[in-house]
C-alpha cells in the first residue's frame, strides 16, 4: 500500500474537540457561537436540527448493531405491567389488605381487580421467559441463520424475554423510548445493545430492520400499535412476510375481533392469515424454525 494513503490529512473530529478545549477563556472563545457545532447540546437541540437528529437516531443503533454482528432479531411485544410471579402476589396481597381496611372503597375493590387480573397473566411472563430462552438456543449461534432476542427495553413481558436470553447465555437487544413517566431499562438487557430513543418512528424502523418474526404477548395500546403496524406494513408489502405469533388466543380472542373486519370488508381473508395463534413457547420457536428453513 502506498505509504502516503496510510497518512491522515486532516485531524479526527475527536482530535479536534479536545483541541478546541485548550482555548484560552475570553469573551469570544467562551460564546456559544465559537462552540464546534456538533459539541454544542443547545445548538443541536434546536427544532431546525430536528432532520440531524432523526438521523444520528438511525444511524447510531445502526452501527452498535453492525458492530455486534446482528444481522437478524426476533422481535417481542407485551406489556410492561405483566410483572413476574413474586412481584404479582405481593401486589395483589397488598391489594386485598386496602380492601379489607376499607370495604366500602370502590378505588380499592378496582384496584383489587385489575391485580387479580395481572396476576392471572402472570403465565405469559414464564412463556415470555421461556421464549427468549429456547429461542436464543434455537436462532441464537453463529453464522448468517443467527437471530436475536429483541424487546421494547423496559419491565414485564418485555423484560422476561430479555431475561430467557440472559437464562441461555444469549445477547439480547433493549429499544427503549424516553417517556412522561420515567422507564428504565431492564437489567437482563445486553448493556452494549440497550439503547434510548426520542422518536417512536426510528425506534419503530430498528424493531422491523432486521426482523425474522415478530413475538405479540397481551398488552395495551403500545402493543397493539407494533402489532398493527408490523400487519400493515406485511399486508401492504413495505415489509417482506415473517412469522407474526399472538400468544393467547382467548386474550386476543376477546380484545379483537379479527374474524368480524373480515366480515365488515374492512380487511381481506387472506389479511387474517397475516398471523396466528401459539400458547407455547415451545409453539412459537417451532413456528419460526419452520419459517427460517423454508427460506434456506
Not at 478545549?21 to 457545532?37: C, D, I, V
Not at 432523526?54 to 448493531?65: D, G, I, V
Not at 422491523?208 to 397481551?218: I, K
Request: proline share 6%; with cysteine; hydrophobic share 45%.
Amino acid at each position: 500500500m502506498n505509504p502516503i494513503s496510510k497518512r491522515r490529512l486532516f485531524p479526527s473530529a475527536r482530535e479536534d474537540a479536545v483541541s478546541a478545549e485548550r482555548n484560552p477563556p475570553s469573551a469570544q472563545t467562551l460564546s456559544p457561537t465559537y462552540r464546534l457545532a456538533f459539541r454544542d447540546h443547545d445548538f443541536l437541540l434546536r427544532d431546525e436540527l430536528r432532520p440531524v437528529r432523526l438521523q444520528l437516531e438511525l444511524l447510531k443503533p445502526e452501527l452498535a448493531f453492525q458492530e455486534a454482528g446482528i444481522e437478524s432479531t426476533i422481535v417481542v411485544f407485551g406489556s410492561s405491567r405483566i410483572p413476574d410471579a413474586e412481584t404479582a402476589a405481593a401486589c395483589l396481597a397488598e391489594a386485598e389488605a386496602r380492601v379489607r381496611e376499607k370495604p366500602e372503597d370502590v378505588a380499592a375493590a378496582t384496584a383489587m381487580r385489575i391485580a387479580r387480573s395481572i396476576a392471572d397473566k402472570v403465565p405469559y411472563y414464564d412463556q415470555a421467559r421461556r421464549f427468549g430462552r429456547l429461542a436464543s438456543e434455537a436462532f441464537g449461534g453463529e453464522g448468517s441463520g443467527r437471530c436475536v432476542i429483541v424487546t421494547g427495553g423496559g419491565p414485564g413481558l418485555m423484560e422476561a424475554a430479555n431475561r430467557g436470553a440472559e437464562d441461555a447465555g444469549a445477547p439480547s437487544v433493549g429499544l427503549n423510548i424516553v417517556l412522561p413517566h420515567e422507564q428504565e431499562p431492564n437489567r437482563h438487557i445486553t448493556p452494549e445493545l440497550s439503547f434510548q430513543f426520542h422518536y417512536f418512528a426510528l425506534r419503530k424502523m430498528h424493531f422491523l430492520m432486521r426482523a425474522r418474526g415478530l413475538v405479540v404477548l397481551p398488552g395495551g395500546y403500545g402493543t397493539m400499535d407494533e402489532l398493527f403496524e408490523t400487519l400493515t406494513l406485511i399486508q401492504t408489502g413495505k415489509v417482506a412476510p415473517m412469522p407474526i405469533l399472538l400468544f393467547g388466543k382467548a386474550f386476543w380472542g376477546r380484545i379483537v375481533d379479527f374474524d368480524a373486519m373480515v366480515e365488515e370488508g374492512v380487511i381481506a381473508p387472506e389479511d387474517r392469515a397475516l398471523f396466528r395463534f401459539v400458547e407455547t413457547a415451545e409453539e412459537a420457536v417451532d413456528t419460526i424454525r419452520a419459517f427460517l428453513a423454508g427460506e434456506e
